[in-house]
């Protein structure tokens, strides 16, 4: 069974679409995040939300907009996507937001491409 | 603020070979924990392990071993006797005990060569 998984793996786009992620994990945690990782490998935290709510927002444009309808969801709505957008995405959830139980497992990653 | 820095940007070693990445980090806080991850060229990111800041003792996992040292501020990841499916990128990665946030080194691309 795949602990955290995410739609679609791949996403080739024009640049102004809008376009969506969605991450799903079955491990039963209660904290969810966004990383993108960029063409050099960094890898940075977008959001993060603890029982549906956000707790991490870290400095991304306003055209990022996550969404968790429960805690075992979190998509990423990306509108007027930009060439700068391309990247691979990654989902990841951990057991609690805080605390010793907090290593996090990742989902298989979305590489976006904008064209 | 927390920082994490991997200065071995490649290494590329011989099957068989021992080799150890590097892991510095930078925090204020008295309580913190010490990652690694594995991405290999299929692309995921595979947790390796997790250390606690007050548990200063080495962890040894089959081939792979890890030096945490407080005085110096390292985490220091150990392959021995590398094969070709060790070649990955690995990350080291740092939360402070309050924040929910992992802030990560900017990777080693690992190769080993048969």
């Known amino acids: 069974d795949t602990a955290v998984s995410q739609t679609p793996k791949y996403l080739v786009t024009q640049m102004g679409n809008d376009k969506s992620i969605k991450c799903e994990q079955n491990l039963g945690h209660d904290t969810m995040y966004w990383y993108k990782q960029d063409s050099k490998k960094f890898l940075k935290i977008m959001f993060s939300y603890n029982n549906k709510e956000l707790i991490i927002n870290e400095t991304v444009p306003n055209r990022f907009s996550p969404k968790s309808p429960d805690k075992a969801h979190l998509n990423l709505h990306i509108n007027s996507l930009e060439l700068g957008d391309s990247a691979v995405y990654f989902c990841?959830?951990?057991?609690?937001?805080?605390?010793?139980?907090?290593?996090?497992?990742f989902g298989p990653g979305t590489r976006l491409t904008v064209t | 603020a927390q920082k994490v820095t991997q200065a071995q940007t490649e290494i590329s070693v011989v099957e068989k070979e021992d080799v150890t990445l590097d892991c510095v980090y930078e925090t204020r806080d008295t309580t913190y924990y010490l990652f690694w991850y594995k991405q290999p060229p299929s692309g995921e990111l595979v947790f390796l392990i997790r250390?606690?800041?007050?548990?200063?003792q080495n962890e040894i996992s089959g081939r792979y071993s890890w030096n945490f040292q407080k005085s110096t501020s390292s985490f220091n990841f150990t392959i021995t006797a590398s094969q070709v499916v060790d070649s990955a990128v690995y990350f080291c990665a740092l939360r402070e005990s309050s924040a929910s946030k992992i802030i990560f080194g900017s990777g080693t691309r690992l190769s080993i060569r048969p």
């Open positions: 250390r606690n800041s007050f548990d200063e």
């Open positions: 990841a959830s951990s057991q609690v937001a805080t605390g010793t139980s907090n290593e996090q497992y």
